[in-house]
Structures are given as structure tokens and as C-alpha cells.
């Protein structure tokens, strides 16, 4: 039996893979992103949460995030150097 709380987080094609092979039943639904920090990337979703609704399981997907440079600024190099 798959436990459907090992697919959050995964990329969405690989989790639908494993539904199918498992023979669950499932919908999928595609939230809207609303954060106004990163962008957001045109490929790929993800799976962001899983509820069992009689025997099907409806999946919310989302787009993820592209990752930004905070990592590269300056004032980060800085902190590390305290730290």
C-alpha cells in the first residue's frame, strides 16, 4: 500500500506514476500561486497536499518557486563571516 503522505513534496509526474502503478483513484487540482517574492516557473509541478475523500484522493498541485540569488549578496557573505 502506498502511504500518500510520502508524495508531498514530490515532483508531480513522478507521484502520479507511482498512483497509477498502485491503482489508486485520484483528481488533481492546480492552486494559484500568490507569492510576490519569487517567480514562478512556467514547468513542473509539485505536490503540495493530499486529502482522502471517500476512496479517491484529490491532489492540490502547484507551480514551485525558482529559487532567488539571496544566497550571493553581499550582506549574506557577511553574516557567514560573523557567524
Excluded at 500561486?33 to 498541485?61: E, M, P, Q, W
Excluded at 549578496?73 to 560573523?82: L, M, Q, S
Amino acid at each position: 500500500m502506498l502511504d500518500s503522505n510520502s508524495l508531498i513534496g514530490m515532483p508531480w509526474q513522478l507521484a502520479k506514476s507511482r498512483l497509477q502503478a498502485a491503482h489508486i483513484p485520484f483528481k488533481v487540482m492546480i492552486g494559484g500561486s500568490f507569492n510576490r517574492f519569487f517567480d514562478i516557473a512556467d514547468k513542473g509541478l509539485y505536490v503540495a497536499r493530499i486529502t482522502k475523500i471517500d476512496k479517491c484522493l484529490h491532489i492540490l498541485v502547484y507551480r514551485p518557486m525558482i529559487a532567488s540569488d539571496f544566497g550571493n549578496y553581499i550582506e549574506v557573505d557577511y553574516a557567514k563571516e560573523i557567524i
